[in-house]
């Protein structure tokens, strides 16, 4: 399905980032496994893509910093020859408060950190993608930049922006044959919800009309139709991952 394309996906040693280059390198990518500082995860999902008869390496870089963003460009051009498709993934922590009880230095880092590493990561990548003329960009976003829920205000607020975002990148690179996507999933059972409480999780599933919450590799097959040519007249969509939850908004 993706005949050896290239993929840059941050944040890809866990949870989401993990599932998604596992069925990227599973239908022909070439995966490039970005990831802050757990090399032995990194490898482990390099490993197993390989066993599954796909290429794969892993980079380490922080997504929020430009010269090594950059860098990874650099190492995955040296190897793998081009780069054709980013999936901007990483998780950037955030403040779990209401605004009442928020100040003003514990609600920026998130929207700071959040839109440096898309606005970063994506710079790196621009160069390559406007000169050949074909790329796909893609963002994880979060349901709860629609459906907002007590304590996420940072988080809503931050992946709201990356909507914003990914609209204006969209239509700047569509002459470029550039598309550029968001992914919104919902609750999903990663390492981020392993301490949500139990009653949280089942009562979200309850509200859910598919009936459960998210798994990683739900979200990594919306990535996969993002990536592939299934979607190819798609640009500067919002595509909620959510069972259902937010039919409403």
């Avoid at 794969?56 to 929020?64: F, G, L, P, S, T």
């Avoid at 998130?110 to 839109?115: A, T």
């Avoid at 994506?122 to 796909?136: D, E, R, S």
């Avoid at 999933?185 to 509200?207: L, R």
Wanted: hydrophobic share 40%; charged share 20%; with cysteine.
């Amino acid at each position: 399905m993706l005949n050896e394309q290239v993929a840059i996906i941050t944040g890809a040693s866990r949870g989401m980032g993990a599932a998604t280059a596992k069925l990227f390198g599973k239908n022909g990518a070439k995966v490039v496994v970005n990831y802050a500082n757990n090399i032995e995860a990194a490898e482990n999902v390099v490993q197993s893509i390989e066993r599954n008869g796909g290429k794969a390496i892993a980079i380490q870089a922080d997504v929020r910093n430009e010269e090594e963003m950059t860098t990874l460009v650099n190492q995955t051009i040296s190897h793998f020859g081009c780069v054709d498709i980013l999936v901007n993934n990483a998780a950037i922590n955030f403040n779990m408060k209401s605004f009442a009880d928020m100040e003003w230095h514990e609600f920026i880092p998130k929207i700071e950190e959040e839109m440096k590493a898309a606005f970063s990561s994506t710079k790196a990548v621009l160069p390559i993608m406007k000169n050949q003329k074909y790329g796909k960009l893609i963002y994880i976003s979060s349901a709860l930049s629609n459906q907002p829920m007590t304590n996420f205000i940072a988080h809503g607020t931050a992946k709201g922006a990356i909507n914003s975002f990914v609209r204006y990148l969209a239509l700047e690179l569509g002459n470029y044959n550039i598309r550029a996507n968001t992914l919104a999933p919902g609750m999903v059972e990663t390492d981020s919800t392993k301490d949500t409480p139990k009653e949280e999780k089942e009562q979200t599933a309850m509200f859910t009309p598919l009936g459960k919450i998210a798994d990683p590799d739900d979200v990594a097959r919306v990535a996969l139709f993002l990536a592939s040519e299934q979607s190819g007249f798609m640009t500067g969509t919002y595509i909620p991952v959510s069972g259902g939850m937010e039919m409403n908004t």
